[in-house]
């Protein structure tokens, strides 16, 4: 530490060439023990954070996975699930949140559960602050994934629920419809909420909800159809070719009715 | 000698025990039954015997108003007659019963006038109801009145008229715009109904249709309640959910009397909850479902990466 101390400050000059291999070596190893401790004691804490942030991220994502299968074991298709599960489920999401902030995954999960359970509630003012809840949580989720059809669908959806069938209402179906013009899904959704909306949408809106029948004839035609039956729009579908073979029977029926 | 004392003695005590017991038996329980009632209470009795309904459950704050114009705070097993108005607050919610079974529930922010109401079990052909909804939103499920005397039962929702079409049961959510009363909207979960609205259309909804009315436009075409707005669909819901096994009047007094002891802390007397309808399971089953990513969305292998 004195040879150090002396080669730094520049003690002794004179007897710097005679420095020996040995005396630079202790000096390096003296110069750099305190510095690789620093460097140890660095990595190691850097190592402890992302060993911390991979247990929070990895905690947060398993209790949506859990969630989730939750979710897929319980809910057969056409199954409506009791208020009270889909209220458990949603505190999963909510806790995952809680490890994980911001995590656009458990964001559109808990936005679905919002809906459900917006679905299941028999209180109109609960009912709307969960279309409220779900909206916020899409609109959050778009931050971080703005390209996902199904996030502007949904957005589309509460914009229905909460019967604000404004601007960005028709910015998130004409989003939905660009982005996944052939997830069934997608095409579901925003024919559903057109034909809604029908009374308040223009001229291109229609025309893009015809487009989204026309399209949808090859491969989600049933279900189209089915949306379509509920709303009574079968004028829509019987001049389509692509439905014909499945709408054949209700639109000879309508047409007899007309005459 | 003795004895005959004795017994000349027990004599007059022997005749004012037949009195009593004569007495007793002549007006059984009499005295115990009423002992000194106050004036009010028999008048408050006379006047609740005409009541229209009575209070069957609340939730934050309502009011009402009775005829003479004063406003209080409505309470569980209150009873009413026609002419008061109800008004919930923005946390407020009601649901009140009328003797011919009738259920009328009101959401918050709301106000219901009950213009008239008569119900005579007795004579069902001169029976009548009206119900104005002033403001907000109201579920109803139609009772006796209704189902006797079609004609007698009417129902406004701001400057809209209902007319009830179907013969039985029906339950039905009507809105009205709390910034116009030209505006409002429906939906029928049981039965059918036709509106004519302010605008001078005439709407046919059936059961599961939704439909609104607003000035400057048409009525808009019906569409399933699904794709109503979201406190629609919770409160046909619950209207769903709430329909009489049987329309049969109610005893309001004592109905109204077994809501009141409901609210008595526990251990109290009387049932847990308010005795009301026979709980209908939810039969409507949603049209579209929220989409999910695939693989994804709940997060299924995509958690903390994208997909």
Not at chain 1, 1 to 12: F, I, K, Q
Not at chain 1, 90 to 109: R, V
Not at chain 2, 231 to 248: D, G, L, M
Not at chain 2, 283 to 294: L, M, R
Request: net charge neutral.
């Amino acid at each position: 530490m004195e040879e150090l101390g002396a080669v730094v400050l520049g003690a002794r000059p004179h007897r710097g060439c005679q420095l020996s291999m040995a005396s630079l070596s202790k000096v390096t190893n003296a110069m750099a023990r305190p510095n690789a401790r620093v460097v140890a004691a660095a990595g190691a804490v850097l190592l402890a954070v992302v060993a911390f942030e991979s247990l929070r991220l990895g905690l947060g994502g398993l209790i949506v996975e859990l969630a989730q299968s939750e979710s897929d074991r319980r809910t057969a298709p056409g199954r409506t699930a009791p208020k009270a599960e889909l209220d458990r489920l949603a505190g999963f999401y909510a806790d995952s949140l809680a490890f994980h902030p911001g995590n656009p995954w458990a964001l559109e999960s808990l936005g679905v559960a919002d809906l459900a359970r917006m679905r299941a509630t028999r209180s109109p003012l609960e009912a709307q602050a969960l279309a409220r809840d779900a909206y916020k949580r899409f609109r959050e989720a778009l931050e971080q994934k703005p390209a996902s059809p199904f996030l502007w669908a949904n957005l589309a959806l509460c914009k229905l629920y909460l019967d604000e069938l404004d601007d960005e209402f028709r910015a998130a179906l004409r989003h939905a419809d660009e982005l996944g013009p052939w997830e069934p899904s997608t095409q579901e959704i925003v024919l559903f909420a057109s034909l809604a909306a029908w009374q308040s949408s223009d001229a291109a809106m229609r025309r893009a909800t015809t487009a989204v029948l026309e399209r949808g004839a090859s491969r989600n035609a049933l279900k189209l159809f089915g949306i379509v039956k509920r709303f009574k729009r079968l004028d829509l579908v019987c001049p389509l070719p692509g439905y014909h073979s499945i709408a054949a029977q209700d639109c000879v029926a309508q047409a007899s009715a007309g005459r | 000698m003795r004895a005959g004392a004795a017994g000349s003695l027990m004599k007059p005590r022997r005749w004012i025990a037949l009195g009593l017991v004569t007495l007793q038996l002549a007006f059984p329980m009499g005295p115990m039954a009423q002992p000194g009632r106050p004036a009010g209470e028999k008048a408050a009795e006379a006047k609740t015997s005409d009541a229209s309904g009575y209070v069957n459950s609340i939730s934050g704050a309502v009011y009402v108003r009775k005829r003479d114009g004063t406003e209080e705070l409505a309470k569980v097993g209150d009873m009413f007659g026609p002419g008061a108005t109800f008004r919930t607050d923005s946390d407020g919610a009601v649901t009140l019963l009328f003797a011919d079974g009738q259920n009328i529930a009101l959401s918050a922010a709301s106000v219901l006038k009950i213009e008239d109401y008569r119900f005579d079990p007795r004579n069902l052909k001169t029976n009548r109801a009206s119900f104005e909804l002033q403001s907000g939103m109201m579920r109803v499920v139609t009772g006796a009145i209704h189902t006797d005397n079609p004609d007698g039962l009417l129902i406004s929702a701001g400057k809209a008229f209902v007319d009830i079409l179907s013969p039985d049961v029906t339950a039905f959510v009507l809105e009205v715009d709390p910034k116009s009363l030209t505006a409002g909207s429906a939906a029928v979960t049981i039965g059918e109904i036709s509106i004519v609205t302010p605008q001078g259309f005439a709407l046919r909804l059936t059961s599961d249709q939704f439909s609104r009315w607003q000035p400057g436009a048409d009525a808009s075409r019906p569409v399933p309640i699904a794709a109503a707005p979201a406190a629609i669909q919770a409160a046909a819901s619950e209207s769903e959910a709430k329909i009489f096994a049987s329309n049969a009047p109610i005893d309001i007094q004592s109905a109204a009397f077994a809501a009141s002891l409901s609210q008595l802390p526990s251990p109290g007397a009387g049932p847990s909850e308010p005795i009301l309808q026979a709980q209908a399971p939810q039969t409507s089953a949603p049209i579209v479902a929220p989409a999910g990513t695939p693989g994804g969305g709940g997060g299924r292998g995509c958690v903390g990466s994208p997909c």
